[in-house]
Nanobody, 124 residues
Framework: QVQLVESGGGLVQAGGSLRLSCVAS????????MGWFRRPPEKEREFVAA????????NYSDSVRGRFTITRDNAKSTVYLQMNSLKPEDTAVYYC?????????????????WGQGTLVTVSS
C-alpha cells in the first residue's frame, strides 16, 4: 500500500501562487497515476488534475486549466501542483490521490490511497 503526505497549503491573496507537494512512500511510485482533488467549503469533492505514471499525459478540470500545472518527480516519489493566478473560488482542502492504473479515474472512485489534505485559502 502506498502512503501519501501533502504539504504546501496556506493563505494567499487572489492572483498569487502556491505549490503543493505530495510525497509517496511504500510502493513503486511510477506504477501509479497521480492526481489532485479538492473539496471547497460546503461542497462536494472535485477533480483538479491528474498525471500518468510516466508523466507524459496530464489532464485538468476546466476550472483550473491554464492556471494550474501538475508535475511529478519519480526519483523523489513526489507529485506537485503549481497553482498560479489563484482565485477565491480555489479555496478548498486539496488532496492527492494514487491510482494503480494507466489513467487516474477523475471521479475519485477506486483510488489506492489518499493523502490527509492541505488547506488552501485564497483571499479577495
Amino acid at each position: 500500500q502506498v502512503q501519501l503526505v501533502e504539504s504546501g497549503g496556506g493563505l494567499v491573496q487572489a492572483g498569487g501562487s502556491l505549490r503543493l507537494s505530495c510525497v509517496a512512500s511504500g510502493r513503486t511510485f511510477s506504477n501509479y497515476a497521480m492526481g489532485w482533488f479538492r473539496r471547497p467549503p460546503e461542497k462536494e469533492r472535485e477533480f483538479v488534475a491528474a498525471i500518468t505514471g510516466s508523466g507524459r499525459i496530464r489532464n485538468y478540470s476546466d476550472s483550473v486549466r491554464g492556471r494550474f500545472t501538475i508535475t511529478r518527480d519519480n526519483a523523489k516519489s513526489t507529485v506537485y501542483l503549481q497553482m498560479n493566478s489563484l482565485k477565491p473560488e480555489d479555496t478548498a482542502v486539496y488532496y492527492c490521490a494514487a491510482d494503480m492504473a494507466t489513467y487516474l479515474n477523475p471521479s475519485g472512485a477506486g483510488m489506492d490511497a489518499w493523502g490527509q489534505g492541505t488547506l488552501v485559502t485564497v483571499s479577495s
